[in-house]
């Protein structure tokens, strides 16, 4: 339940991909700036990618720049994380988060989240 809920995560073999969506209840989250963070066993949560509402501006932490793209598709309110060259490192508890309003990428605080989908990559 809730107004965000994330999907596809699973066990990949490094290198692998796997594309993780978000679903929004509601229509009016398309206008909303979305993004993905993730939390590994011990650590802190971290920035991961970011979408503006209506710009459709992308931005990336570094450990997922050239690797991972963010996109949305408005007609069925989700947002994306499309994952490639999967290393192990990025064993992580994935979040997707909704702003309505402007927040610097790294502020781990959001109008909404969700409840978080597991991806484990072997080595």
């Known amino acids: 339940q809730g107004q965000l809920v994330e999907s596809g995560g699973g066990l990949v073999q490094a290198g692998g991909s796997l594309r993780l969506s978000c679903a929004a209840s509601r229509r009016t989250f398309s206008r909303y700036a979305m993004r993905w963070f993730r939390q590994a066993p011990g650590e802190e949560r971290e920035f991961v990618a970011a979408?503006?509402?209506?710009?459709?501006?992308?931005y990336y932490a570094d450990s997922a720049k050239g690797r991972f793209t963010i996109s949305k598709d408005n007609a069925k309110n989700t947002v994306y994380l499309q994952m490639n060259s999967l290393q192990p490192e990025d064993t992580a508890v994935y979040y997707c988060?909704?702003?309505?309003?402007?927040?610097?990428?790294?502020?781990?605080?959001?109008?909404?989240w969700g409840q978080g989908t597991q991806v484990t990559v072997s080595s």
């Open positions: 979408i503006g509402g209506s710009s459709g501006q992308t």
């Open positions: 988060a909704a702003d309505s309003a402007l927040r610097r990428l790294f502020d781990t605080r959001a109008d909404y």
